[in-house]
């Protein structure tokens, strides 16, 4: 394309400076790329690495900063949040950003919503903790401009509890399960209850509210928002004009410079984007670049918002936000006036929307042109001449063509049906009904006088009006017969285009939203949906102890994290001359690779080599696990779709991963078998086995769940002299990266360090999966002689990573007629993907995902029980209680983990929860509501689990420095699942025996330090619940060692002076050469390498029968964790596991192209839980048993409880963060009862009322459509019906 830049100069100047503020630091940058995002300038070109990149598209909210503008004319400031992963620096000239670091810091002192989000144990695995700081900052920037509201009481602010609540909506955490970052910012809310408030630092339950508000962090109104800095009021107020070498920036000022501008992409000199939030291209991912941007922000036409008595313009440029709050303040004054009829929800005046005459302006080179809606719709998409000027929303009564009487109303009402009732999801229908009903009843009903119906988001190309069945209803009295016909007529206007996913589910929802808006005009009042109050109620049953072991610690580093300054591994400054990579993988299940073109004419510059399976100086290898090892790169074949095929290194990252994207693999398929793209064709191709006739057989299946670390994979490998490598990496199992990297290399393990600070969430997905990250890198570094580093996006991620095995299972099962299960006979066909054990498929390699194999087993143990109970027509919990484990049959299944019979909780936790969850009691109300609703259902469920864990040997290190501070190392990980804290706990405590003065402040003295593969070797894998565990007792036995070899000293002086202080004693321990630094690699003994957790669950849920959409209305837990050591991070580790397992129960589809490529990839597609899809009320009860005495550590599994016996020795703790989110399984199940109600109403308005023992079959993730298909598709249809036959 033939560049002449100078097109632009008669239009505009050109100012190349940008000009704005970053945490109140003036940035004044000449020559910059205006293109660049926000994110990638703060993360690569300032020391602000708070803002975290972990979608690049808007859904995730890791990023998000506030961004402030100062209004000279009103003096004023506007403050909202952006995600700065979209935001391009051209659109911040003169703007003041705010991280989290600008919010608070460690140099500067932390603000309150870091000490709380750290005191309320809301941050983890930390990824996520800047962003939602940032999140809930803005909400309280915004609060306190609001002066309508009366002053707070002091240490409070204007914020109110939804507001509050709401503030975190588009922010995602995998981790927490949202319920400690809700309270963290309910402490802020001028109306919380702080009763409400869960499990914190600050204070003890049953403290009063004068001492609890006493402890929290204080929050000063005054001073803790951020001032807009004056350097900047005095000096901008324009937009942007920026002439870099990569491209312009123009903002004109008036439409006539526009106009000029434009011209420019007419005559096809430049490539131009117009641009105002630059958000579209969070879905609309672009990889062309532009020569010219042109904002349209600062031409006053695209801002107006116009009010007057024919309707109100919106300018083009106009924030959701801002047309909202018009639209609110419309509502407010004028609409209520008129809209006597009470409906449960809002009316807004959106209804204006509706009309015909809605009109549009758009503007095309000097002329402008004005269109209806539909007109405009009705076009083509705008040509790059044409723009959008504004949308003018008319008033209804401006253009009513009906005649209006005293006796008519105005009805109107919204719909939407998606994945998150609040939270960002596209829908899968949309709808807005406008009705004029004259309420002067006639014998036989209401009138509809006009009306107006608008569909959208269900599957075309736009929303679209159904003027068909309008004219149909228009003048109609409204019966149910009338009501059946319409729905029989819009069941063939709403029909989704070919290749919409789940068609016949949205047109279903169409029916359902007419049935709800015009019911109640039929004498058959419906409820409407309260929406979203939430309800927590986290506890635990800590129980005093007197030791420092049981105390809810903060979690180390937690206000780091909430601060944003904890460093990751893509945090580490890149290395001069630093490269960087991205994967190509293939898009073939199986097929020989005949070369990798990358695409001259369209790949980015900067591009520097591509790294294939030839350039690997050693072995092929790119991960090893103890099944057997995957290859770094496929040689000439690749054997599963998403393989890696090799490696782009290029000057930025962003060029690496465009230059990926674009490249070209040429396949060869000639003479290769079809690929095997199911179990069932694996186990056919293999003729593996036949199964034989069961006695009562069925058959289930279940998909995969994607890890979702907020931190994709990442590492950084940096060449060292002497051909040694040194590879930050973000892994689990450093140790085998050290030894594949040293493999692929070809060179000696002591030329290679692998280091492992901390990682942003891990779930298993880095484990093996980052080993050939890492190998990538050190291969490309090792090659080039410089530092690569790669930081996956985060579709890659997604295709390349595998995730939970899928399963299909067969079972048969022998009961007795009391339902006590005599046989279970299970063939289970798991799907690996193309590499290591059982079904090979052509599909990703799959991997353990937190609670591996448990997950699914929890699901099928439950279908089993739930087989059994439909069959013998029981209550599922009579059965669910008649096999629960004796101490026999537990002997018999777990022969080497059985324990001591006082170790057997479950049967006692089972009763308890029954009864601190009022379960019965909830089950008969359940019935009686049931019997009350038609389209509302409830289910409740109560769940045991049982599950066994293995510890594994792991290494410490415990060295002391000569002023008595203390560094630990380990092999376990912290991934936020506490490890350090719980080290950090243990290291004081074991060394606070050697029992002399200061010792009770030893926990500040200890810093847990990065994982080094050449400082402690067998570092292992931290996996499976129990690296925590088996760190804190490698620790406790380096103190051990360090206590034997003070005593003696410390005795000595303590005859010589009566009393010693740690630091003195230290210091003469560093005199008398006394070795402080112990080392020890803790190897578990038979009778304590496996043990069981014990926990169940009561979840009631309630289903929506017009929709399908399932609310959790209540969970209680308990769990057993032995004698916890941190109550605090047990608590969080089970709420977190949970509500990923409703993740995978309840909505997270992993969905597949015909290939098997995953095409749930990115945010948009896989619906991990946000804070409005978890339980409304949630309580937990931590277990502290403390019976587990063969034990040398005492805690379940998640986290430890440590208790201490009459003979000082350590009873182990119980691990917590894996086993818990089985307990999900609890929702799934009373989403399964709940279904079965529907269903038995449904069939009663079909005629059928014999009960019904066919079997549920309710898939997982049992998301709508799945649970409105089992309620039936047509259910209003046949609730017409029967009402129709009954009169
Ligand atoms: C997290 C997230 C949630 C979203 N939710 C929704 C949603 O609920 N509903 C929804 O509809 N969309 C949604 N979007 C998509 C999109 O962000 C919005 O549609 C938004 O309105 C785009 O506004 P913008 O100012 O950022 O436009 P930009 O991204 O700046 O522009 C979008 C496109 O329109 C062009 N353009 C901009 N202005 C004009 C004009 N005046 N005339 C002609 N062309 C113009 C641009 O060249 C570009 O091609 C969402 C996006 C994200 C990231
Ligand atoms: S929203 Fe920007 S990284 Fe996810
Ligand atoms: S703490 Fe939220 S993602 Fe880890």
Known sequence: ????????????????????????????????????????????????????????????????????????????????????????????????????????????????????????????????????????????????????????????????????????????????????????????????????????????????????????????????????????????????????????????????????????????????????????????????????????????????????????????????????????????????????????????????????????????????????????????????????????????????????????????QTYRAAPRPLGNALPYLNAAFLAQVSLRKSPTGFMLKNCRFVFGAYGTKHAIRVKEFEEFLCGKLLSISVLYEAIRLLETLVIPEDGTSSPAYRSSLAVGFLFEFLSPLIDYPVEISNGLVNQYNGASLFKDSNQELGEPTIKTGAILQASGEAIYVDDIPSPKDCLYGAFIYSTEPLARVKGIKLNPGTSPDGVITLITSKDIPGLNVGSMSFFGTEPLYADELTEGIGQRIAFVVADTQKNADIAATLAVVEYDKENLEPPILSVEEAVERCSFYKVPPPLYPNQIKLGSQYYFYMETQTALAIPDEDDCMVVYSSIQFPEYAHNTIAGCLGVPDHNVRVKTRRLGGGFGGKAVKSMAVASACAVAAYRLHRPVRVYVNRKFDMIMSGGRHPMKITYSVGFKSNGKITALKLDILLDSGMFVDLCKTNLPSRAAVR???????????????????????????????????????????????????????????????????????????????????????????????????????????????????????????????????????????????????????????????????????????????????????????????????LTPLKEKLMEQVGSVEWETLILEAYRNSVNLSANTLYTPNLSSMRYINYGVAVSEVEINLITGETTILRTDIIYDCGQSLNPAVDLGQIEGAYVQGIGFFMLEEYLTNSDGLVITDNTWTYKIPTVDTIPKQFNVEILNSGHHKDRVLSSKGMSFNYMLTISQQLILPLPSGE??????????????AAVREARRQVRSWGGENKPDSTLVQLEVPATMPVVKELCGLDCVQKYLQWTVGKN
């Open 1 to 412: 394309m033939v560049k002449n830049t100078n097109a632009m100069d008669t239009t505009t100047t050109t100012n190349q400076s940008l000009v704005f503020a970053v945490n109140g630091q003036r940035f004044d940058l000449c020559n910059v790329d205006p293109s660049t995002t926000l994110l990638e300038f703060l993360r690569y070109q300032t020391p602000f690495k708070s803002v975290k990149l972990s979608c690049g598209e808007g859904g995730c909210g890791a990023c998000v900063v506030l961004l402030s503008k100062y209004d000279s004319a009103s003096d004023k400031v506007e403050d909202f949040t952006v995600s700065s992963c979209l935001t391009l620096l051209g659109s911040i000239n003169g703007c003041s950003i705010t991280t989290a670091e600008g919010i608070g810091n460690s140099k500067d002192g932390f603000h309150p919503i870091q000490e709380r989000f750290s005191g309320f144990h809301a941050s983890q695995c930390g990824f996520c903790t800047p962003g939602m700081c940032v999140s809930l900052y803005s909400a309280l920037v915004n609060a306190e401009k609001t002066d309508n509201r009366p002053e707070p009481c002091q240490g409070f602010s204007k914020l109110t509890v939804s507001e509050a609540e709401k503030s975190i909506a588009g922010n995602l955490c995998r981790c927490t399960g949202y319920r400690p970052i809700v309270d963290a910012c309910k402490s802020f809310a001028t109306d919380v209850d702080m009763e409400d408030l869960g499990f914190n630092s600050f204070w003890r339950k049953g403290e009063s509210n004068e001492v609890k508000l006493s402890r929290l962090p204080p929050y000063d109104r005054k001073n803790a928002i951020r001032v807009f800095p004056d350097f900047l009021k005095n000096e901008t107020t324009v937009g942007a004009n920026v002439d870099s070498q990569r491209c312009r920036w123009f903002s004109p000022v008036s439409l006539e410079e526009l106009q000029s501008l434009l011209q420019m992409e007419v005559n096809k000199v430049v490539s131009t984007k117009i641009i105002v939030g630059n958000t579209g291209t969070g879905y609309y991912k672009e990889l062309v670049h532009y020569d010219s941007y042109i904002d349209l922000r600062y031409i006053p036409e695209f801002s107006i918002i116009r009010k007057d008595s024919t309707g109100i313009e919106i300018g083009a440029a106009v924030m959701i936000s801002k047309a909202i709050e018009t639209l609110k303040e419309e509502k407010e004054s004028e609409f209520n006036k008129e809209a006597k009829l009470v409906f449960k929800k809002s009316v807004t005046t959106w209804r204006r929307l509706l009309q015909s005459s809605s009109g549009i302006q758009i503007m095309k080179g000097q002329s402008r042109l004005k269109l209806t809606l539909e007109e405009f719709l009705g076009r083509p998409p705008l040509d790059s001449e044409t723009v959008l000027l504004s949308i003018k929303i008319p008033c209804w009564e401006s253009n009513r063509s009906v005649s209006y009487d005293a006796h008519d109303k105005l009805l109107f």
């Open 851 to 1045: 609670a591996p194999g448990d997950a699914q087993a929890s699901y099928i143990c439950e279908a089993v029980i739930e087989h059994v109970a439909s069959y013998l027509s029981m209550e599922v919990d009579s059965v669910r209680n008649i096999n629960l484990h004796t101490q026999n049959s537990l002997g018999f299944f777990f022969p080497s983990s059985v324990g001591e019979p006082l170790e057997y909780t479950l049967p006692s936790i089972w009763d308890r929860l029954a009864s601190t969850s009022s379960f019965y009691k909830r089950t008969e109300m359940v019935k009686e509501f049931n019997r009350c609703h038609n389209w509302k259902k409830r289910g409740i469920s109560r769940v045991p689990i049982v599950y066994e864990v293995m510890m594994r040997s792991t290494p410490g290190k415990v060295s002391i420095l000569r002023d008595g501070s203390i560094v630990v190392e380990v092999g376990g990980i912290e991934m936020g699942q506490g490890l350090w804290t719980k080290v950090k706990q243990m290291t004081a405590y074991g060394l606070g025996l050697v029992k002399c003065s200061g010792t009770q402040d030893l926990l500040e003295k200890v810093r847990v330090i990065e994982a080094d593969t050449l400082s402690v070797i067998q570092g292992g894998l931290t996996a499976g619940s129990t690296t925590s565990e088996a760190s804190c007792e490698a620790v406790r036995l380096c103190c051990n060692i360090l206590v034997e070899r």
């Open 1219 to 1232: 086993p818990p989110l089985t307990l999900a399984v609890s929702v799934h199940c009373a989403t399964r």
